[in-house]
């Protein structure tokens, strides 16, 4: 018996984590997308920085005048590649990876970003944090970092 309210009081417990997720799912089904003009005037040049459970997950910079990106995961790996617009959705297209394909929303003052497959969205949703002009370091560490000091 003990146990049965245990569970219960879990399961009650979790709910409200459920039906936030839920509609917020269910909210931005209905929100309105971010045209493409309107996406790449605020990320020409910029890093957007995502967000997924209130962790940074990625760093995604737009190179200026181009449509290339690099991408820096929070677990400190880099890709590379272009993206492109599939209407309604952006779809990148990453090197040596496959191709992803998301909508850009706005929700309540707040930039969301919902995976797409086969032309469906998925509950596989990220919040963007800041857009902002910071560097995407990508690539191997400078080897001056690990190079004892030559000359006192």
């Given at each position: 018996?003990?146990?049965?309210?245990?569970?219960?009081?879990v399961?009650?417990?979790?709910?409200?984590?459920a039906?936030?997720a839920q509609s917020l799912q269910?909210?931005l089904?209905s929100?309105?997308?971010?045209?493409f003009?309107?996406?790449?005037?605020m990320t020409?040049?910029?890093?957007?920085v995502y967000?997924?459970?209130g962790?940074?997950?990625?760093?995604?910079?737009y190179?200026r005048?181009t449509n290339r990106i690099?991408?820096r995961?929070?677990?400190?790996?880099?890709v590379s590649g272009?993206?492109?617009m599939d209407?309604p959705?952006?779809c990148?297209?990453w090197?040596?990876?496959p191709?992803?394909?998301?909508?850009?929303?706005?929700?309540d003052g707040?930039i969301?970003?919902?995976?797409v497959?086969?032309?469906e969205e998925?509950?596989?949703i990220?919040?963007?944090?800041r857009i902002a002009?910071?560097?995407?370091q990508c690539?191997?560490?400078?080897?001056?970092?690990?190079i004892?000091e030559?000359?006192?």
């Open positions: 018996m003990m146990r049965k309210v245990l569970l219960t009081t399961f009650l417990s979790l709910l409200p984590f039906v936030v269910e909210s089904a929100a309105p997308d971010i045209p003009a309107e996406w790449r005037d020409a040049g910029q890093t957007v967000e997924i459970d962790n940074t997950f990625a760093y995604e910079a190179r005048g690099d991408i995961l929070d677990s400190g790996g880099c272009t993206w492109y209407e959705a952006f990148f297209d090197e040596d990876g191709l992803n394909c998301f909508r850009h929303k706005r929700l707040l969301y970003v919902i995976g497959e086969n032309g998925t509950a596989d990220q919040k963007v944090s002009p910071i560097p995407v690539g191997p560490a400078l080897l001056s970092l690990f004892p030559a000359f006192p």
